[in-house]
């Protein structure tokens, strides 16, 4: 269990081909695949059980003025890898010499996440995704 787990947060973290995965685990790539869907699916009903899972609703996230002083706006990026079709590469190229996804989050100072953004492409201005996302 503890391998599937480390692959799990693994393919969570660097979003590699599972066949990658798979042979870092000694496993074929459809065992590989049906142990992150099986963990990906515990993750989600648990974080959901707990109440933890992130929002993707901008209109669910209540903030009452007295709280907003204490949510924190961040973005991440996630390398992908490149696109071989030419205006998909130009629209997911960040600009610092990679290919990426983004999201923006809202967070708390707790580190707990409050709200996640759809996904963009890696060209997208941080302040752009946000306004569009509202």
């Known amino acids: 269990?503890?391998?599937n787990c480390y692959l799990f947060f693994r393919n969570l973290k660097n979003n590699l081909l599972q066949e990658d995965h798979g042979a870092a685990c000694n496993m074929s790539q459809p065992q590989c695949n049906?142990?992150?869907c099986l963990l990906s699916d515990i993750l989600c009903r648990t974080l959901k059980t707990s109440g933890k899972l992130p929002g993707r609703n901008h209109l669910r996230v209540k903030c009452p003025?007295?709280?907003?002083k204490?949510?924190?706006p961040d973005g991440t990026e996630r390398p992908t890898e490149r696109p071989q079709d030419?205006?998909?590469q130009k629209s997911c190229?960040?600009?610092k010499k990679t290919h990426n996804v983004k999201n923006n989050l809202l967070c708390t100072p707790q580190k707990r996440i409050l709200r996640l953004s759809k996904t963009c492409d890696g060209s997208v201005h941080d302040k752009k995704q946000q306004t569009n996302s509202l």
């Open 1 to 3: 269990m503890k391998t």
């Open 34 to 36: 049906e142990q992150v």
């Open 65 to 68: 003025a007295e709280q907003c």
């Open 70 to 72: 204490d949510i924190l």
């Open 86 to 88: 030419e205006d998909r």
């Open 93 to 95: 190229y960040s600009g």
